[in-house]
């Protein structure tokens, strides 16, 4: 049995694409502070945004398709893997994009100043455990377990040992990437998969049994618009333009879901009958649960101060970095008002 690869928000062009922690060992040698040059003002450009093909992602390319978008003023680049888009945003390529907020953190600890526009979406689900067999937590000792060497890995690893009570040594830990975890699952690979939406659907499908998901450790698993620190100074009227449309959306997502899916069903190659499913277990929080989330010590900067911890503990990063500026709502307040 085989199990098609249908987009996600870690797809890679190829099994032997760059690994993400070598990319950002380059960033701070790329991210370098552009010189002004004098002279008259010349017209400011579009602001590019990278983006891969993901459930969560997707809301600005919906407002793009009902007309929402100015690309006078946003161009949108579909990107790959997150890889790219990393490699991209350091080199100057792109201002904005759509990346896990463990991918932000790690890229501001190797000197790329990225800020937090948005959440995008909150995984409740959509990142779970599964097992070939049915099984208990306290069964997990001595087992295989496929999880991808990312931060986001290691936080569902962590968490689930943590409810087995067992120790990291106590299983067999078998790096793959999210892409694969169906033909790991399939191929008999390992005992246990962790994976994410939409290879989760698929693996249950083919007979998975779900152990462990990311509703027993709410608010852990975060996608966020992020942007250039040079450009938050420099395009905001553009950053607002593309919080806006992000919310835009979103809103008709939630008040047309029908006419929504047909318009994401070809971006997101399923059936418009399908593209309900690939949003299971994500939450998408609007503009005002968002201004609750990104608040002065709320809920991002409370996940931001673990995914650090986190990542530095497992090897994930080299070195921490102060998060305090981590978040810019400027955007995201503006965004209620009128364009």
Known sequence: ?????????????SATA??????????????????????????QPPLRVGSIVFPGYEM???ARDLGLLDEQQVRLIEMPSNTDTLRALASGQLEAAHLTLDECISARAEGLDLRVLAVLDISAG??????????????LAGKRIAVEDSAVGATVLGAL?????????????????????????????????????????????AGGHRLFDSNLMPGRIVDVMVARAQAVREQPAALRHLVRAHFSGLAHWRRQPADAAQRLALRLELAPEQVAGAFRGLDLPDRQANLEL????????????LLQRDMLRQGLMRQSRSLSEISDTAALQAAGSAP
Do not use: N
């Open 1 to 13: 049995m085989t199990l098609p690869s249908p987009p996600g928000r870690h797809r890679s062009p």
């Open 18 to 43: 760059p690994d993400r922690r070598a990319c950002l060992r380059w960033l701070g040698a790329l991210a370098l502070p552009t010189a002004g040059l004098g002279g008259c003002a010349a017209p």
């Open 60 to 62: 600005v390319f919906l």
């Open 126 to 139: 959509a990142d779970a455990v599964y097992s070939r067999r049915p099984m208990t937590l306290a069964q």
């Open 161 to 205: 040992l943590e409810a087995a009570q067992l120790r990291p040594d106590q299983i067999v830990k078998v790096p793959t990437v999210l892409p694969s975890t169906g033909r790991d699952f399939v191929g008999g690979r390992a005992d246990v998969v962790i994976t994410a939406e939409p290879w989760a659907s698929q693996i249950e499908a």
């Open 294 to 305: 990104m608040r002065d010590g709320g809920q991002i900067d409370a996940t931001a101060r």
